[in-house]
């Protein structure tokens, strides 16, 4: 452990930024799962994208994956697994090539 809790923060559409699991809502939960994991919360907010519409660079977690090679995340933190991903493939690559090899924790949601 690094000692740091890493959020990401995404809406895939403007229309969810004041609905749901808000950017700021998002924002919140991290802060209470930080606190409650005793870690300092870094955040990387990709705003408003959708994480299925090819040709959409998500420069946020391009940037995640490359601290995660440098070893620098250990801790993941999203509010929902779809954040990251939409279909379960990618899901399981992501898991396989970054999370499991490079033993970063990934947590999701609240709990």
């Known amino acids: 452990m690094n000692g740091f809790l890493d959020?990401?923060?995404?809406v895939s559409q403007k229309s969810q930024k004041d609905e749901g699991y808000s950017l700021?809502?998002?924002?919140?939960?991290?802060?209470?799962?930080?606190?409650?994991?005793?870690?300092?919360?870094r955040e990387h907010n990709?705003?408003?994208?959708?994480s299925t519409i090819k040709g959409v660079k998500r420069d946020r977690f391009d940037e995640i994956k490359n601290l995660i090679e440098k070893e620098e995340i250990k801790n993941l933190w999203v509010v929902e697994q779809e954040r990251l991903f939409r279909k379960p493939s990618d899901a399981f690559l992501f898991q396989e090539y970054y999370l499991?090899?490079?033993g970063v924790n990934l947590y999701i949601g609240e709990g």
């Open 7 to 10: 959020a990401y923060y995404r």
């Open 46 to 50: 990709e705003f408003a994208k959708s």
């Open 100 to 102: 499991d090899e490079y």
């Open 24 to 41: 700021e809502s998002q924002q919140s939960i991290a802060r209470k799962v930080a606190k409650r994991l005793k870690l300092k919360l």
